[in-house]
C-alpha cells in the first residue's frame, strides 16, 4: 500500500523545537493538499495544518498559530513542520495525509496516513 512517510519527531523540553517531514514516492505533492494531523491516546484526531501546493495556501489550527510553520519542498517532495516553543498539549502521534482537494483530505477519503511520528514534550 502506498503511504505517507513521516519522520522527525522525538523528544523534546517544552519551549523547544523540531522540524517534522513528510515524504513520498509515489506521488508528486504539487498537485495535493497535505495536511498534519496529530492524536493522543484518549483523544480525538486533529488537524494541525494544512497546505495546498498548487497555490500555496495555508491553514493552522488556532493553538498552533505563531508556533508552527508548514512549507513545501517541491524539489524535495517533501512538506515540513516547523514546531517552535513546543508544549506539553502538544505531545502526540503526528501523521501526514494528502488528498486532491481540501474536503478529500478532510474527510478522510485519503488512505496515506502511515504509522506517524511519535513527538512528546516533557514539562
Known amino acids: 500500500d502506498v503511504q505517507l512517510q513521516a519522520s522527525g519527531g522525538g523528544l523534546v523540553q517544552a519551549g523547544g523545537s523540531l522540524r517534522l517531514s513528510c515524504t513520498t514516492s509515489?506521488?508528486?505533492?504539487?498537485?495535493?493538499?497535505v495536511g498534519w494531523f496529530r492524536q493522543a491516546p484518549g483523544k480525538e484526531r486533529e488537524g494541525v495544518s494544512y497546505i495546498d501546493n498548487r497555490d500555496g495556501a495555508t491553514w493552522y489550527v488556532d493553538s498552533v498559530k505563531g508556533r508552527f510553520t508548514i512549507s513545501s519542498d517541491s524539489a524535495k517532495n517533501t512538506v515540513y513542520l516547523q514546531m517552535d516553543r513546543l508544549k506539553p498539549e502538544d505531545t502526540g502521534i503526528y501523521y501526514c495525509?494528502?488528498?486532491?482537494?481540501?474536503?478529500?483530505?478532510?474527510?478522510?477519503?485519503?488512505?496515506?496516513w502511515g504509522q506517524g511520528t511519535q513527538v512528546t514534550v516533557s514539562s
Open positions: 509515489a506521488f508528486t505533492f504539487n498537485d495535493y493538499v
Open positions: 495525509n494528502m488528498g486532491r482537494w481540501l474536503s478529500t483530505l478532510l474527510s478522510g477519503g485519503g488512505n496515506y
